[in-house]
């Protein structure tokens, strides 16, 4: 599944989990597919993002696990702080977490 | 001419006072325009958008802390702020933002960075319980307030800091020997000149040097964190790539276990996830 | 006593002809006033802002756009107190006319410079001496007030007069003294003019009649939106006014003369409203007995509020 702002929804795209609005009304039932209207209808309503199913839309700026990790050690190198490699340790857990997460879903 | 630190603090303090216009990002400046015509625009989310501009927020709470319309340093939030200048203020900050427009696509990453750290100081002060969030969460969004001076007031030194870094000196020691004050200072002292709100203040100014807060040790502490961990997760940039160092005694002052973390990394991801989408935007509008 | 200078912004146009009346006018000015001149009108409208003058003086043609935006300006924040003096290159009675609602006079190019000096003179001498404005928040006072409700009691279009109070203010200023009274009173009457002009563009007015009391009156249709507005930003700000100790409890105390000892919750809005139609009222003073008889009402109900008079 895929998080995206209102901007990026198109006709087609089916809603992975239910539509909120600000106030916390269900606007729109999960695995309904997108409309036109249903699109108008949210931004007017003040929705920003929608999580849709599988992953319409390849976002440049997004970076595999192993950039991840790598960018992190460059970030960290040199440290030696006992404080800042605990953080480093439990940063680099929850990346692989998050990452082994989202490959499950894709699976789905 | 080598001047002595005092020297240097004095000449540019003088210029701070003088300090004209301030740099902004023209998208946001866009994105503001065009909410503020549609007459259904609410007053929130005019706030939630200036919220992610660190220029655009200090304007607006210096104008709502000045002595001309209001009792200085009451004011903390840019909500308040709006509720009390009212939300047509911002059309006429509009029209005199700063002619100094030039900001590089390389600049956006400093705006990043400061709206990452507001959001993680959001998250760790609600967690904390520590009182007004949304306060603590605009100290989070100015720390870095003086390295856009610094880039924009003071070219020719900013230069020089980042040849002193590149050779391996580190930020803050560059930035006090080029300037006799670093960011911090340089973020607080105009602050100050701009009457904002003491907590606001103590926390930007402290916020590497947590032995120079008061009375404001725990709020210091958390922007000092916020910063660390933003750095770390690499979200934004500011002068260097590393992460700087942690004290100690942020974590004893906030009495946080740094197994804690965790947690707050999960709030967090999904917010920098979609504030990813907005200043990516920015950046294409460059 | 010193007394700073009164601090004069012109807005010109670069070239020898201005510089040459600044240099003259300086002359004239010499100790009484300092004149800071602009040439920018994006640095001159922030200097505005940012750090208000005494007086502004404003050569039209080098934008003749700008002054609808400061004059927007002036009016959203009550810059009442800084007179407007116009430099024009001719006379043109129609635009002149349109323009003396928020002008305060008008020179000519060819005057001669002790001619300028002198309107300058009798801009901030007239303003010390007719305004009716309240002093602490430069809104009109009681003379205009009244002028505006004559004029709507013939109108066709409803309006609505509104009486604004604050409740616990006495015992606020007692217990955190005028100063911060004051602030009180100059908050309540920004909030006031800026929501007020935010919904209801130029069809409004706002009067302060003297210590807590303001009287505002707006289209009909729009009263009720104005006052849950007000009565919202009036209640999110009013907490900063009280010392984090108090903040936190909820409320302050206050020791009355006799010592006794009273807790007093935060100073909150009292709205009294009462709508205006032709022929529904023939004097004032029917409508001020009627905003009497709702503020009873309205003051007995805690925290901000707002009431309708419903009765015909």
């Not at chain 2, 909500?79 to 911002?90: E, K």
Request: glycine content about 4%.
């Amino acid at each position: 599944m895929q998080r995206l702002p209102i901007y990026y929804i198109k006709p087609g795209m089916k809603t992975y989990e239910e539509v909120i609005d600000a106030n916390g009304r269900v606007l729109c039932g999960k695995g309904v597919e997108l409309t036109e209207e249903h699109i108008k209808r949210f931004e007017e309503l003040g929705v920003n993002f929608i999580t849709v199913e599988g992953n319409p839309v390849s976002l440049p700026w997004e970076k595999s696990l192993e950039v991840e990790l790598k960018e992190l050690e460059e970030r960290f190198e040199g440290v030696t702080d006992e404080n800042l490699l605990e953080i480093k340790r439990i940063l680099k857990e929850f990346l692989k977490e998050k990452y082994k997460e989202s490959e499950e879903t894709q699976e789905l | 001419m080598d001047l002595d630190i005092s020297e240097k603090r004095k000449i540019v303090k003088k210029k701070l006072r003088r300090l004209e216009g301030l740099p902004t990002l023209p998208p946001i400046v866009q994105r503001l325009n065009k909410l503020i015509e549609n007459e259904e625009t609410s007053l929130n989310q005019i706030a939630e958008l200036i919220e992610k501009d660190q220029v655009i927020t200090s304007k607006i709470l210096r104008l709502a802390n000045s002595a001309f319309y209001g009792f200085p340093k009451r004011i903390s939030t840019v909500q308040n702020a709006l509720m009390f200048l009212g939300v047509n203020i911002i059309k006429i900050l509009i029209i005199t933002s700063s002619i100094f427009d030039i900001i590089y696509k390389e600049d956006v990453k400093l705006w990043e960075h400061s709206v990452g750290v507001a959001t993680c100081a959001r998250i760790l002060a609600e967690k904390l319980e520590i009182k007004d969030p949304q306060e603590v969460a605009t100290a989070g969004l100015l720390h870095d307030l003086g390295k856009i001076i610094e880039k924009v007031s003071f070219k020719e030194e900013y230069k020089k800091i980042e040849e002193l870094v590149q050779d391996g000196k580190s930020p803050l020691l560059a930035e006090k020997e080029i300037f006799g004050l670093d960011h911090a200072e340089i973020g607080a002292f105009l602050m100050r000149i701009w009457n904002l709100p003491d907590r606001l203040i103590e926390a930007v100014e402290a916020h590497h040097e947590l032995e120079k807060a008061k009375d404001f040790k725990k709020e210091s502490a958390l922007i000092h964190l916020a910063n660390v961990l933003i750095h770390a997760r690499g979200y934004g940039d500011s002068l260097y790539n590393k992460v700087p160092p942690l004290e100690q005694k942020a974590l004893k002052l906030l009495n946080f276990n740094l197994l804690e973390i965790r947690e707050v990394f999960l709030k967090l991801e999904p917010k920098l996830y979609e504030l990813k989408f907005f200043t990516e935007e920015l950046r294409k509008d460059i | 006593m010193y007394l700073p200078k009164k601090i004069i912004y012109a807005f010109l146009k670069k070239d020898k002809f201005f510089t040459k009346w600044k240099q003259e006018l300086i002359y004239f000015l010499k100790e009484k006033y300092k004149l800071k001149s602009f040439y920018s009108f994006k640095k001159f409208l922030s200097a505005i802002l940012f750090d208000p003058p005494s007086m502004v003086i404003y050569y039209y043609h080098k934008n003749p756009e700008g002054l609808k935006n400061l004059v927007e300006l002036k009016k959203k924040f009550n810059m009442f107190n800084i007179p407007l003096i116009l430099i024009l290159d001719h006379f043109d009675l129609e635009w002149l006319i349109s323009t003396s609602e928020w002008g305060d006079d008008f020179v000519f190019l060819k005057d001669k410079i002790d001619e300028v000096f002198v309107r300058i003179e009798y801009a901030f001498h007239r303003l010390e001496r007719i305004s009716d404005n309240n002093p602490l928040t430069g809104l009109p006072g009681n003379t205009s007030i009244y002028r505006a409700i004559e004029r709507i009691l013939d109108r066709y279009k409803p309006y609505a007069v509104a009486y604004v109070d604050l409740d616990n203010f006495k015992a606020y200023n007692d217990a955190y003294g005028f100063s911060h009274g004051d602030e009180m009173i100059k908050t309540v009457a920004k909030i006031l003019t800026t929501t007020i002009s935010d919904f209801s563009r130029e069809d409004y007015f706002i009067g302060h009649i003297g210590g807590d009391d303001f009287v505002f009156i707006v289209p009909l249709e729009k009263v009720e939106t104005i006052s849950k507005e007000i009565i919202k930003r009036f209640d999110t700000l009013a907490p900063t006014f009280l010392n984090p100790n108090d903040r936190e409890k909820g409320y302050f105390v206050s020791v009355d003369r006799i010592g006794n000892i009273s807790k007093i919750p935060i100073p909150t809005l009292s709205i009294s409203i009462v709508p205006v139609v032709k022929g529904k009222f023939k004097h004032i003073g029917e409508i001020s007995g009627r905003l009497a008889e709702i503020k009873k009402v309205v003051k007995g109900i805690e925290g901000s509020t707002y009431f309708i008079d419903r009765r015909k």
